[in-house]
């Protein structure tokens, strides 16, 4: 097959190159795929999505105001459909790590969506005389104003996704919360013997904090409502038509189905990119809070036989190639790998978003990267977490009972009713012996079995008040 057969020859500002003939990208998208071979992957399919929503949009608001004709406007809109349905995902080949500002990424879908619109016009990919990708699919618009409101659009309906997941491990950790509220277990702080505490009441803490999770991501969602889109190359909307700027976003939200907002002031939208930084920070912080409990799973089912054991979590696969019948916990410890990733991915964030100089940020590219894998690997992580772990933990009710009994640190709910003294005393014959504190102070006459059944009654230890002090008063108190 001849040269001439296999490639189109396109021109830019730099000069010209042979684009393969049946590619939908053109030479902006081929210069940029060969300047930045980074990370080797593709873009993010919902960024894909989101270029093609707002492309749309603007190709509808352009026409609505006079300034895109409708033969143009149709055949933009059926290509920018076409994209949101899944197809030509291939023909967008630059790198999500890029220079530029995104400008790559822009021309990517503008020359796809061209060469689209060419075709079903009944054109040849290439005549750019038919749709332009500047000065149609682009018009009205800069770079400046359309990636981050794709990045805000993206990270948005990731947001959901991640939110729905959170959910869900949130019902499932009430459940287990319920489930186990009969069963005492030691608390400990520092490692060491604390005091009791029941496991349901354990479940029911991570829930609360997985609540405080789902709150702010709401607060993450509404930093990522307002788009700076019409704002074009530094949010002073040059180029803009002044009705396009009043219906851009307007139409956006329509044809996302998201409720979206155009930022008050489109110069600080343009330059100041502080609400990435607390979206991810939200991120980083519900990444905190699943990799602390993670630790209290691996802790608590830690064993099975010489550890902790108190818990055991579900079997999912062998744990090792050379120790038959060993399994892991690999649900929590994949949840902490997830929750590593999104700190340091935070950081990334705070860096890049800090570099920005005057009118415009350059380094949204590795924001977005960074903060789309955030917020999808939590959503991932928190999915196997629910399917996987929690839904199936069950509990060592008798061997968690028998620490208790055998724990010195129900000597605290004796306290109260001996004195710190002796109440020290014992705890450090325990200790030293290996006898029982319940042992030593029936022992020593300090309670009665009957007074130290009340006392040491497992819901009267676990919550507010001095234990079992209505049961003793009733009984004449000692």
């Known amino acids: 097959m001849s040269k001439e057969t296999e490639y189109r020859i396109e021109h830019d500002s730099i000069g010209e190159k042979q684009i393969p003939k049946d590619a939908y990208y053109g030479v902006q998208t081929l210069r940029a795929a060969e300047n930045f071979f980074i990370t080797g992957l593709k873009m993010h399919p919902e960024f894909i999505n989101s270029f093609a929503q707002i492309k749309k949009a603007a190709a509808i608001t352009n026409f609505e105001v006079g300034r895109l004709d409708k033969k143009r406007a149709d055949a933009i809109v059926q290509a920018c459909d076409e994209i949101m349905s899944g197809k030509l995902h291939d023909e967008f080949i630059v790198d999500p790590i890029q220079g530029g500002a995104g400008t790559s990424l822009n021309m990517n879908a503008n020359e796809v969506i061209a060469n689209r619109a060419i075709e079903i016009l009944g054109g040849e990919k290439g005549d750019y005389s038919v749709v332009n990708p500047n000065d149609h699919v682009n018009y009205g618009q800069s770079t400046n104003d359309v990636f981050p409101s794709c990045g805000k659009l993206t990270t948005l309906k990731l947001l959901y996704k991640a939110q729905a997941e959170l959910e869900r491990l949130y019902h499932a950790l009430m459940e287990k919360s319920e489930e186990f509220n009969h069963v005492i277990k030691m608390g400990r702080t520092q490692l060491q013997d604390a005091v009791p505490i029941r496991l349901g009441q354990e479940f029911h803490a991570y829930a609360t904090a ?269």
Request: aromatic share 4%; hydrophobic share 40%.
């Open 210 to 478: 997985i609540r405080r999770d789902i709150n702010r991501f709401d607060r993450a969602k509404e930093e990522m409502r307002h788009l700076n889109l019409g704002g074009t190359a530094i949010g002073t909307g040059l180029n803009a038509d002044v009705k396009y700027l009043q219906r851009v976003v307007k139409n956006i939200s329509l044809i996302s189905g998201l409720e979206l907002i155009q930022a008050y002031d489109l110069i600080d939208a343009t330059q100041n990119l502080d609400g990435y930084v607390a979206c991810s920070g939200i991120a980083k912080s519900c990444a905190v809070n699943l990799s602390k409990m993670c630790n209290d799973l691996r802790l608590m089912s830690s064993g099975p036989r010489t550890g902790l054991g108190e818990i055991n979590l579900p079997a999912k696969q062998n744990g090792s190639s050379i120790m038959p019948g060993k399994v892991n916990p690999v649900i929590p410890e994949v949840v902490n790998q997830v929750a590593f990733h999104v700190i340091g991915n935070d950081m990334t964030v705070a860096m890049a978003a800090e570099a920005g100089q005057l009118e415009l940020n350059a380094f949204e590219p590795i924001i977005f990267y960074k903060l789309f894998q955030s917020v999808e690997t939590i959503a991932c992580a928190v999915h196997t977490l629910v399917d996987n772990c929690i839904s199936g933990i069950t509990a060592n009710e008798q061997h968690c009972k028998d620490m208790v009994e055998n724990s010195v640190g129900i000597i605290t709910a004796i306290c109260p009713y001996v004195g710190y003294e002796k109440a020290a005393n014992v705890a450090k014959e325990a200790i030293r012996t290996g006898k029982s504190v319940r042992e030593l102070v029936i022992r020593d006459k300090l309670l009665t079995k009957e007074q130290l059944d009340i006392i040491l009654n497992p819901v009267s230890m676990t919550e507010p008040g001095i234990s079992g002090i209505e049961a003793m008063n009733k009984m004449g108190g000692l």
